[in-house]
């Protein structure tokens, strides 16, 4: 089974509007991280966001905030006022704490921003 | 300190040719990973480096992949006999879990490209 899940290959969003980047997850252990980052078309993986499995709130970090729904093991990225410079691939990872420091990461989606 | 660098960033070579890839990785932190990513999809753990230590291998896709850390600083992946299914970009990641309380934060370098004619 695949441990990262990213259903969306690519999506397309407004200038300004909203945009929720979808991850679901598979693990057996109790600790945990999820983290998201942004690939733009230079190549360097740029991180977002951090999520602990034990953490009570949804992480936020400026425009970016992580929808955390533990029961049904969803980790979505939620963009808010989209910009141009958002066009990127997007990445979805987790950390188990049985697997070392390995991050496991989703195949990605690509965001296009229209303006 | 301007992040992790990595070079070099482009590298084509014939098949049977050996090639090495260098990474310094942001100078606090004692942690460095090796990914592999192929073209439309995520990065794919090799291996990593508590200082100079080598902790995980495993995933070091052959034989003729290795890594290397001499002195905890930078860090060296080679591939021998390289094929045609070794193109690929080759990321290069940097951590210290101490600076993050928990989180331990991979901070990935630009990567090296590599064509295998």
């Known amino acids: ?115 | 300190d301007t992040g992790v660098s990595q070079n070099p960033r482009h590298k084509i070579t014939k098949r049977g040719q050996n090639v090495t890839f260098r990474c310094d990785p942001i100078s606090e932190h004692n942690r460095l990973y090796w990914y592999r990513q192929t073209l439309g999809q995520g990065p794919e753990f090799l291996t990593y480096f508590q200082n100079e230590a080598q902790l995980e291998k495993s995933r070091l896709l052959s034989d003729r992949f290795s890594a290397e850390r001499p002195k905890g600083s930078f860090s060296t992946l080679e591939i021998q006999r390289t094929e045609q299914g070794d193109s690929a970009m080759y990321l290069c990641a940097s951590s210290s879990p101490t600076l993050n309380s928990g989180a331990n934060v991979l901070t990935f370098g630009a990567g090296s490209r590599l064509t295998v004619l």
């Open chain 1, 1 to 115: 089974a695949q441990k990262i899940t990213q259903t969306q290959p690519g999506m397309f969003v407004q200038e300004k509007e909203a945009v929720t980047l979808d991850c679901t997850y598979d693990t057996s252990d109790q600790s945990y991280g999820l983290f998201w980052y942004k690939q733009p078309s230079s190549g360097e993986m740029i991180f977002l966001i951090y999520q602990g499995s034990y953490d009570e709130q949804n992480a936020t970090e400026g425009r970016y905030s992580l929808n955390f729904q533990k029961a049904r093991k969803s980790a979505n990225l939620v963009i808010s006022a989209s910009q141009l410079g958002d066009s990127a691939m997007y990445f979805c990872a987790m950390r188990e704490a049985n697997a070392g420091n390995m991050l496991t990461f989703g195949g990605g989606t690509r965001l296009m921003v229209k303006p």
